[in-house]
């Protein structure tokens, strides 16, 4: 059997406990929505002990998923109304065509479209042009391609993934790096589910929730982290990975993560909107975030992203003596 091959099946191994075909639950999904319900009231319960604060936008796409986690049977998620608005690309356009012709330009790209299997946890509606691939997970396969590209056809050993989605991202790269340290953070509501479908479309991986900030990243493991417990962390990873969850969240939490250095990262990769590409969500100014980050590394990347009204940075080699004041934004 080819390796090409062995890579494909692996994505969604055939001792995967699996319910997405529609109908109940199975024994092991219900004792995984079980344990989902009960880390995500573990972690509302350190949020409302530990407040963050987060884009009041959301407050009330939060209080639907929490209904929809503690009420139903959210086996199928990717199929909800508000899960999609929040994290799920359906459909297909021009920004598509564009990442299946950048995807498609390499050889590895074309192997990895050709031999695509998406895990069915979720139930994801599948693109209307690439077989056995979401749209959505056609634009993760994007960033896996463009973070190929930046770090010279390796991949980094620890990654920081700031926001998530459900964990399509996250699922991707320990597919293609099996024994990276990956750590994500979000609300607690995300966090669930990216619990939900990271145990479901990963067996092979250990999968920990954490509600501990002194944590430490492992090899192997994605450690899945509810943003209330970001002051306390103390991580360090070669890569800070965001897809526009960073330029969404309020200048003071930005701050936080600037303190950081990012978690020490040596390298960054964020997408974000430019500042009038939702004027409701009273998104900090674009030239401010960039700002930031140009502060604190030596060479700085920026372009447009060919998603509306988006921005893309790469960054690398940090300033060790980059200090950031945190009161620098308010002046």
């Not at 086996?75 to 564009?98: S, Y």
């Not at 954490?210 to 982290?225: D, F």
């Not at 960054?315 to 060790?320: F, R, T």
Request: aromatic share 12%; with cysteine.
């Amino acid at each position: 059997m080819s390796k090409i091959r062995t890579w494909a099946r692996g994505l969604f191994p055939r001792s995967a406990n699996r319910s997405d075909e529609g109908g109940e639950a199975d024994g092991g999904t219900k004792e995984l929505i079980d344990r989902t319900r009960g880390l995500l009231e573990k972690a509302l319960d350190y949020e409302r002990k530990n407040p963050i604060p987060a884009n009041p936008i959301w407050d009330k796409s939060r209080r639907e998923m929490r209904e929809y986690i503690f009420k139903e049977d959210f086996t199928n998620f990717l199929k909800h109304d508000v899960c999609c608005e929040m994290f799920f690309r359906i459909g297909w356009g021009a920004p598509q065509d564009f990442e299946s012709a950048a995807i498609s330009g390499t050889s590895w790209g074309r192997r990895r479209i050709k031999n695509f299997v998406e895990p069915k946890a979720g139930k994801p509606q599948m693109s209307p042009k690439i077989r056995h691939m979401s749209t959505n997970m056609l634009g993760m396969l994007y960033y896996l391609h463009q973070l190929k590209n930046m770090y010279k056809g390796k991949f980094p050993g620890s990654v920081v993934e700031f926001g998530g989605g459900y964990g399509a991202f996250a699922w991707l790269y320990m597919k293609e790096k099996k024994d990276a340290a990956y750590a994500m953070m979000d609300l607690p509501e995300l966090a669930a589910l990216q619990y939900f479908y990271l145990s479901r479309a990963l067996p092979e991986t250990n999968i920990r929730f954490s509600l501990s900030p002194g944590l430490e990243m492992k090899k192997s493991e994605i450690a899945i982290i509810p943003i209330s417990l970001i002051d306390g962390l103390n991580l360090n990873a070669d890569l800070f990975f965001s897809t526009f969850a960073f330029s969404e969240i309020p200048h003071n939490l930005q701050n936080t993560i600037e303190r950081k250095k990012y978690f020490n990262a040596k390298k960054i990769f964020l997408c974000g909107q430019l500042d009038d590409e939702k004027p409701g969500l009273g998104l900090v100014p674009h030239h401010q975030v960039v700002g930031q980050i140009m502060k604190q590394f030596a060479n700085v990347k920026v372009e447009r992203f060919h998603i509306r009204n988006n921005y893309l940075v790469e960054a690398e080699n940090p300033i060790p003596s980059a200090e950031i004041n945190p009161k620098e934004r308010e002046a």
